[in-house]
């Protein structure tokens, strides 16, 4: 199948790591970005990492939304409603958005280790009340940090993946496993995107706490459970 | 030194596999129970599998606390205003509270999967406010699965340990990793507590979809993030 994978945010680090391990595994990947340009040059950039027979190009947002199957959102969560809003009318029928979004406190001015209450439960929920019927939305990639992304070698950090849409998720753990390292695992419905999303500001405080680049690993499931694995 | 670890709620299986875990690592535990006969029944329990030369022994609840100077909560949610409120009087000056209760959904009659949420932010941050001045409440051990303290062979599980006095979460993290294959890690302040409840509602959605006994690990930090290894 040829699906284009658009990740919006994708001039920010997260967003381009996770742009760079899929052009990596021979996905054809779109950097979005407000600004086109600035877009372009990071899909250069990531050419140079993947080579030079990487499918990667760079468009505006709303220009990337419309040329994707599969979208990922790796956005400040400030900017999160917004994007949405705009993107409303640019969906393909059947695209599939991945919420990578976290409400950090830092958001507003707060701190990065904790969360904004969002009062649809996440940004994950959030996003599914903002997208046309028809449109899946898919939680995950919160917890991977833009650090080991964008270093070299496997990514030691497990994708845990929620919706609501059993196919969607399905598709969602199928392309988590093509980064190195990654397992994926089907964390059930939507709503624990919320949990997803509470880890990170757990993380980011290991992080600064202990000056590292922290993820999470899932024990005790058996083989079967990990997708890629 | 020759402290005594209470753990009440210990004739449930997650408080007996903790208590099991410490007799064998030389620790003084009281098992603490509404019923000192079940207590006693489990202290045995646990000497069969700790060995003749373990000090275990089995109290109601309030003795416990008067006896002990450090005292881990394993108890159902439903149950955990009462209890604190019970022990407020039987504290030991400078005592440390340990807990590992977690908010579940099922404790009304919903899900496990699903956690309540608790206006104080956590259980732990509830039962910071049921002590008496100068007890310290420290959040840890909600991740660590019953069937896997109660397996034989190391637990393949972070126990991460959040709490606003310092020493008493150092105590903690020393404690935790007694137990073979624990790593403990400092999660910062008690209002993280939140996070590491939900981590166990996730878990047992885990644990239901997958049918295995989850554990977390957390990657990424320097070795001396990690206490016991």
């Known amino acids: 199948m040829s699906r284009t994978i658009a990740v919006l945010g994708g001039t920010g680090p997260e967003g381009f790591g996770l742009a760079s391990r899929w052009a ?55 900017g999160h409603v917004a994007l949405l809003k705009q993107l409303k009318p640019e969906f393909r029928a059947g695209a599939i958005v991945v919420d990578a979004t976290v409400p950090l406190a830092a958001s507003v001015g707060g701190r990065a280790s904790r969360t904004l209450g969002v009062w649809q439960g996440s940004a994950a929920q959030q996003a599914a009340e903002l997208v046309p019927s028809g449109v899946a939305v898919v939680a995950a990639f919160q917890n991977v940090g833009a650090e080991i992304l964008n270093a070299e070698g496997p990514v030691d950090c497990d994708v845990i993946v929620c919706s609501d849409d059993a196919e969607a998720s399905k598709t ?33 405080g290991l992080n600064i706490r202990h000056k590292g680049h922290s993820g999470i690993r899932i024990t005790g499931l058996p083989p079967a459970a990990y997708s890629g694995h």
Do not use: H
């Not at 899909?43 to 990667?56: D, M, S």
């Open 24 to 78: 990596i595994a021979g996905e054809t990947v779109v950097v979005g970005s407000r600004d086109p340009k600035r877009a372009q040059e990071a899909a250069g950039k990531i050419k140079q990492r993947a080579g030079a027979n990487a499918k990667v190009t760079g468009m505006e947002n709303s220009a990337a939304c419309a040329a994707a199957d599969l979208l990922v959102l790796t956005i400040p969560f400030e």
């Open 172 to 204: 969602v753990r199928a392309l988590a496993a093509k980064i190195p390292g990654v397992r994926a695992l089907d964390g059930g419905k939507l709503e624990n995107a919320r949990i997803l999303e509470q880890i990170t500001a757990l993380l980011i």
